[in-house]
């Protein structure tokens, strides 16, 4: 009785919510040292159909990517394509307009379609216009900070999504 209640708790606030939408990507590339190596890496992404744009940042060895309106994003795709070009991915960040949502550890929530989890988060946070969070993954970090968040991961949201779990992907993201 008390996991109906809860689940139904989780249900309500979003049901309710308006969360927000996922504004742009800043995707941290390690190995780019040039800008034909900057080209390369950008040239692949944009052969991605959701990506809009590319701007790199050389100095600080970072894309900038903004999607297309309505477009399914596929983070696991842009780091692949970064695989591809021959470099690997430093990070992952993906800038997010919130609308007040108050984040905690373990809370989830749909982003067209995808499902963000957030994980290693201390105390309860409210969260209002664009914010960084970050990816937690293989794909989207170096081996060993990876380690230290491998624990942490959970498969919370499909308790709370049980029909779309199977149709949405569900990234591990923390502030």
């Known amino acids: 009785m008390k996991r109906v209640g809860v689940l139904f708790c989780y249900m309500c606030c ?11 990507v800043l995707l941290g590339i390690d190995g780019l040292h040039c800008s034909a190596c900057s080209l390369s890496a950008e040239k692949l992404l944009l052969q991605l159909d959701f990506i809009k744009e590319v701007k790199m940042d050389l100095n600080k060895h970072v894309a ?10 596929d983070f696991a795709a842009m780091a692949a394509k970064v695989v591809d070009a021959g470099f690997s ?5 993906v800038v997010y307009n919130f609308t007040n949502v108050s984040v905690a550890d373990h809370f989830c929530f749909d982003a067209l379609t995808m499902t963000f989890s957030f994980i ?43 029909i779309d779990a199977g149709a949405k992907k569900v990234y591990q993201v923390t502030l």
């Not at 900038?64 to 994003?73: Q, R, S």
Request: glycine share 14%; charged share 20%; aromatic share 10%.
């Open 89 to 93: 991915v430093r990070s992952l960040f």
């Open 120 to 162: 290693g988060i201390k105390s309860s946070k409210v969260l209002n216009g664009p914010e960084l969070i970050h990816l937690v993954g293989k794909d989207f970090m170096p081996g060993g900070e990876y380690k230290k968040w491998k624990l942490l991961e959970t498969n919370s949201c499909h308790s709370v999504y049980p």
């Open 64 to 73: 900038e990517v903004t999607f297309k309106e309505g477009a399914g994003i």
């Open 14 to 24: 979003f049901i309710g919510m308006s969360v927000g939408q996922v504004k742009s």
